[in-house]
């Protein structure tokens, strides 16, 4: 059986928001897999900001992805054919597929289905609830009763960041890109308070649902929501970094955040984040997840676009500008 | 009897270096001291960047200086007449004394003339070493075998931070502003290498300095420095920032170093310090760094300048300058 892949291909780095002229869709036939691969089929791609950092040259986590090459993504897949004793058809798996619908490869995370829907691996339970679970709790480090400021906070990792925080018993405040997402994040996730960073009043706004402070910033957006997050730090805050997708899409070397000198006026720490750094501790941040989740306490949303790979490149355009709740992924195939 | 305080008055507000338009020197009578306070006359005050910090309205440690008050200073001072319980006449003491060679107080540390000199008591066991001390170990958290960059390397802080990094099995990067500095931090500090930031080839330099990149940057200048330092940073490195000299000269908001989406990217940590904050912990400090000099193991570099109190301005301006090895203090009095 001779199987085709389509797919996008990185045909050049984007010099801003990515379009068609960087992203080539197109096809290309599979070979049989070799013994220890395996033939599997997409199911959902995972779109998330760190992909656009991957089409760039700039320094990042991992080298870039190759111009001419198939573009890189988290992907939920189903083994079709295996010739990896470690894995049978039927299999669903986490792993590094690309932004394509059949791939070949050798390794990826067997996902338990009893335990959760294929979405809730894609998000609640998977890459996205341990990332908002680490970054708060290991680089955020909130206390009890201190005001936690959550950006991109109706996105796919600051919604749960934010619920966390109110489960650890701090006061939570999200900041989001329209006041329909404010609602919904003070309403059906339960933050305290949320302001619309593109309102002309968002300092005066966040300053008011701060009035003690913020003690604790996780940060995804950067740029000018940072800029005016860090003079309201606390003395002894920590800003724990996720993201910044506000730069990803510029080019030329990112500016620190102004009043940088308050990191010494007010002692805070900095702290860069990324999953990758706790593969080894993903089941800790599963359960936790799932028993908030089973009692009632956590709230996922996933934002499915129903379109095949070829809605990839709109997909991830959905997520810049800021169109989805909660976490992007496009279904590519059903499961069989 | 009555005494004149000569003393040094925030005129205006600094707009770049402070000059004798900013500090105006004048005297005047001093009160006698009430109950629990004491007369105290200044032996040695000391010159510390953080100064111009507090001549500014800037958001800071602490208030800033009200503009028609004495410049505000730690000192090392006699104490003449006490009508304090906890001091006696002749003590010497540390404390906030001020731009002034006779104040009246009610506090301070009393200092053990037996365990070191004067001197000593204004730098290696003073707030000057602890500060060496608690900044690399606590917010740099060096390795044995990793390589740490100390900026203002042949300054106060930075000479002795260099120092410990080296006792704790690091690999000592310095970086100073001459050529002449940088063979003191070499061959009487014995700092592995030091690069000159004035020079046109700083970057490769440091680069050639660096080859395993760097570990820990203990940060006492920022902007373009930082700027340099920041892209050199290895995966999971630690910034310590102790302080920001080259932007205290500087009006409106300090933006933070180029590539900062590299804290990111290399998960790093940047972490503010205040020796404030370690007051309970001094005399860890003070031992550990009076025990390496008695073991020949630490340099203590002081350079006093002995020009009484009407020098202060020249001082601090020889500080800014860059044209001390060392701690500057300024000698104000003999002691009785």
Redesign the interface.
């Given at each position: 059986m001779t199987v085709t892949s389509k797919r996008w291909i990185l045909s050049q780095r984007p010099a801003s928001a990515p379009s068609p002229s960087d992203l080539e869709f197109t096809e290309a036939g599979l070979p049989d897999p070799k013994p220890g691969e395996f033939l599997a089929r997409t199911v959902y791609l995972s779109l998330d900001p760190a992909q656009r950092?991957s089409m760039s040259d700039?320094?990042?986590?991992a080298p870039p992805v190759e111009v001419g090459s198939v573009m890189r993504g988290f992907s939920l897949s189903q083994i079709v054919v295996s010739r990896n004793p470690n894995f049978s058809a039927g299999d669903f798996i986490r792993a590094a597929g690309g932004w394509q619908d059949y791939w070949i490869g050798s390794d990826g995370v067997k996902l338990d289905t009893r335990i959760g829907s294929l979405e809730d691996h894609m998000s609640l339970l998977g890459i996205t609830g341990a990332t908002a679970y680490f970054c708060l709790l290991e680089a955020g480090q909130p206390k009890a009763g201190e005001t936690v400021v959550v950006s991109s906070a109706a996105g796919a990792v600051g919604s749960l960041a934010g619920q966390i925080a109110k489960l650890k018993g701090c006061r939570v405040v999200g900041i989001a890109g329209s006041n329909e997402k404010c609602l919904h994040v003070v309403n059906a996730l339960g933050f305290d308070a949320c302001v619309n960073y593109k309102s002309p009043t968002f300092s005066a706004d966040l300053t008011e649902a701060c009035p003690g402070g913020i003690d604790v910033n996780f940060e995804n957006v950067?740029g000018a929501v940072l800029d005016t997050v860090l003079?309201m730090m606390n003395l002894h805050g920590r800003i724990a970094?996720?993201?910044?997708i506000s730069?990803y899409n510029e080019e030329g070397?990112?500016?620190?955040?102004?009043?940088?000198?308050?990191?010494?006026?007010?002692?805070?720490?900095?702290?860069?984040?990324?999953i990758g750094?706790y593969w080894p501790r993903m089941n800790e941040a599963a359960q936790a997840l799932s028993s908030w989740r089973a009692d009632g306490r956590i709230h996922n949303s996933v934002h499915v676009i129903d379109g095949g790979i070829s809605y990839a490149l709109e997909a991830i355009t959905v997520l810049f500008q800021g169109g989805n709740f909660g976490k992007v992924l496009l279904k590519v195939s059903e499961p069989a």
């Open positions: 950092i700039r320094t990042q986590y950067g003079p970094i996720c993201g910044l730069t070397p990112v500016r620190g955040p102004l009043n940088f000198d308050l990191t010494l006026m007010r002692r805070l720490v900095i702290r860069g984040f990324l750094d």
